[in-house]
């Protein structure tokens, strides 16, 4: 399932108050995540040194390019990190908390490029929660390019699934 999602990166007055109305229906299992001793800053750091590389459907290296997935599996490996590589596999993993309370290395999932799809189609790395608003990391399809920082805009708020806490 390939990553679908917009550039558009204008921050909302605050990511707080952002409830999910997206209901899903596609049935995946549960995912544990074993992260054990990683550092969630310098895992987000080392995500962020890949800003600018170019978005690739089904892609997952720095070289060839990143769809969301791909981009997420890529960090999360070169930490000894086991994770999904498709976004609807990480329907179930982690453990859910409240868009305020979103910290650095949540994982942040949304619908792909239609919010009634009823499956996650696209994800980020949460890089900061400042005064309620969200950023996230992730590789994006439109606008050419690729890895980028995005803020809950109102494409990202009407495909808002949920964040999920896995350190």
């Known amino acids: 399932i390939g990553c679908h999602s917009s550039r558009k990166t204008s ?7 952002i409830k999910s109305t997206v209901k899903l229906t596609r049935k995946v299992p549960a995912v544990s995540i074993a992260t054990g001793n990683t550092d969630a800053n310098e895992l987000v ?3 962020e040194s890949l800003a600018g590389t170019h978005y690739r459907y089904g892609g997952n290296s720095p070289k060839e390019g990143f769809d ?3 981009f997420v599996w890529y960090v999360f490996r070169q930490f000894n990190v086991k994770v ?22 949540d994982l942040i999932l949304f619908t792909g ?8 189609g696209h994800l980020g790395i949460v890089v900061a929660n400042k005064n309620n608003h969200v ?31 896995i350190f």
């Open 45 to 47: 750091t080392y995500a």
């Open 84 to 105: 999904p590589r498709r976004s609807v596999d990480f329907a179930y993993a982690g453990r859910v908390v409240a868009i305020d309370e979103a910290k650095r290395g």
């Open 11 to 17: 921050q909302t007055s605050g990511s707080g108050s």
């Open 68 to 70: 969301c997935s791909g």
């Open 113 to 120: 490029s239609n919010p009634n799809s009823g499956e996650v």
């Open 135 to 165: 950023s996230f990391i992730h590789s994006a399809s439109g606008g050419g390019k690729g890895v980028m920082v995005s803020g809950m805009s109102e494409y990202f708020i009407t495909r808002f699934v949920k964040v999920l806490r």
